[in-house]
């Protein structure tokens, strides 16, 4: 069974599977695996996304920030480190205590070009370039330093596969992080909010409304670990047991996503909505 899947997924979904199991489970141990002085992770996590305020994550744009924060997407280093997008560009913008000891001159630089991410992009040079922001991102085509890109379709899906050697995305992921990228705005003002970092679970449970009622088991299980992931992130003291237990409704309900009858998905899928509501409620 697992065999299977690990030959279905790519190599990075390894980890979010036996965190499925363990939602609680976060990256604590992460910087075992960096060089002494390193610092991946960023004072800014608490910090939402500047949107337009009538902007909310929702369906691909949440399956975009999802994606944005998941180390699965990115590629074998990424995953033992527990990087992602987010570690550098925080909601959109920057870490600027970002530090890898080898990879970093200074704070809020990296060398992307580095072997250490992907032994093909090694470019002979120690070049850390500043991380920038990616707010307003839209506007400032074309993208990059290296290679320019004209767009962020382009630009997004040289980042995954060139720089950090993560699996070819599919079209769909790409276009969810496109999506959510585009909502990026560059200042606060009268009419943009910050949102929540804290995606609600109803929001999260209704991604798998559309694989369930297609029958489809493996956007179903891609969809499912991101989301249990997720649920991990936000874990807390108060919230863990309703966390736990929808994590493991989530995985269980692997099996049926694809064989059961379309009711009995139906139904199903009306059974995690509602631990969903629960978890909700203030
Ligand atoms: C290890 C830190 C790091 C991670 C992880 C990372 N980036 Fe970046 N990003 C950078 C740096 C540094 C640059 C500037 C280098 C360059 O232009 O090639 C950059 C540039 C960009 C740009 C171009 C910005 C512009 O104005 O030209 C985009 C878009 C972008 N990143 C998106 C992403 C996305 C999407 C992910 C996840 C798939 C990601 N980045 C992951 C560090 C990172």
């Not at 108060?238 to 998905?265: F, H, W």
Request: proline residues 7%; hydrophobic residues 35%.
């Amino acid at each position: 069974m697992v065999l299977k899947r690990k030959r279905l997924l790519a190599g990075g979904f390894i980890l979010c599977l036996l965190m499925a199991d363990a939602p609680a489970t976060s990256f604590a141990q992460n910087t075992l695996w960096l060089p002494p002085g390193s610092n991946t992770s960023s004072e800014d996590a608490s910090v939402g996304e500047i949107t337009k305020k009538t902007v909310q994550f929702k369906g691909p744009a949440l399956l975009g920030r999802l994606l944005f924060r998941s180390p699965s997407l990115l590629g074998e280093k990424a995953v033992r480190i527990g990087l992602s997008c987010n570690s550098c560009h925080p909601a959109g913008h920057v870490n600027t205590g970002f530090y890898i000891s080898g990879l970093s001159n200074r704070p809020g630089h990296i060398d992307v070009t580095h072997g250490f991410w992907n032994a093909a992009s090694e470019d002979g040079i120690f070049n850390p370039r500043k991380i920038p922001t990616l707010r307003g991102i839209r506007d400032t085509a074309p993208y990059g330093t290296g290679p320019t890109l004209p767009d962020l379709h382009a630009f997004t899906r040289h980042v995954i596969v060139n720089e950090f050697a993560g699996p070819t995305p599919s079209r769909w992921s790409l276009d969810a992080l496109v999506s959510y990228l585009l909502l990026l705005e560059k200042q606060t003002g009268t009419d943009m909010i910050v949102q929540s970092p804290f995606s609600p679970a109803t929001d999260l449970v209704s991604l798998l409304e559309p694989p369930l009622h297609a029958g489809d088991k493996t956007a179903y299980t891609l969809i499912g670990d991101l989301i249990i992931e997720e649920l991990g992130r936000q874990i807390n003291e108060e919230n863990r047991q309703g966390y736990t237990q929808l994590a493991r409704a989530i995985k269980k309900m692997r099996p049926v996503s694809s064989g059961a009858s379309l009711n009995e998905r139906q139904a199903r899928y009306q059974r995690l909505l509602s631990l969903s509501r629960q978890l909700d409620k203030p």
